[in-house]
């Protein structure tokens, strides 16, 4: 059974950063990658980054260059380093593991941003 826990969510300023983790109990053969999502009050959930076995990282256009992805097979642990944060990035952000069967997901971390 996949189970995702995501943490390091908070407060933070305009311009601040924070940095998310998401542990992950395990990874089935059907892997394909691990994704952040973000959703904010009456909006979408929105693709954010993703990070595959080969450290292959993709990024959406809105936080390229702000966030990075990255992930330690050791502790079986995915981040989200985020920096530069304005008040658009405030949001509930989610930890996702992407398989060829179905999808896994975190109860999600809220990141709020404040001038």
């Known amino acids: 059974q996949v189970q995702l826990v995501e943490s390091g969510g908070g407060e933070v300023r305009t311009g601040g950063s924070l940095r998310l983790s998401c542990v992950v109990s395990?990874?089935?053969?059907?892997?394909?990658?691990w994704r952040w999502f973000r959703q904010a009050p009456g909006k979408q959930r929105e693709f954010i980054a993703s990070?595959?076995?080969?450290?292959?990282?993709k990024y959406a256009d809105s936080v390229k260059g702000r966030f990075a992805v990255s992930r330690d097979s050791a502790k079986n642990t995915i981040y989200l380093q985020l920096n530069s944060l304005n008040h658009e990035d405030t949001a509930v952000y989610y930890c996702?593991?992407?398989?060829?069967?179905?999808?896994?997901w975190g109860q999600g971390t809220q990141v709020t941003v404040s001038s």
């Open positions: 395990e990874s089935p053969f059907s892997l394909l990658a």
């Open positions: 996702n593991e992407f398989t060829r069967l179905r999808d896994y």
């Open positions: 990070i595959n076995e080969n450290r292959e990282t």
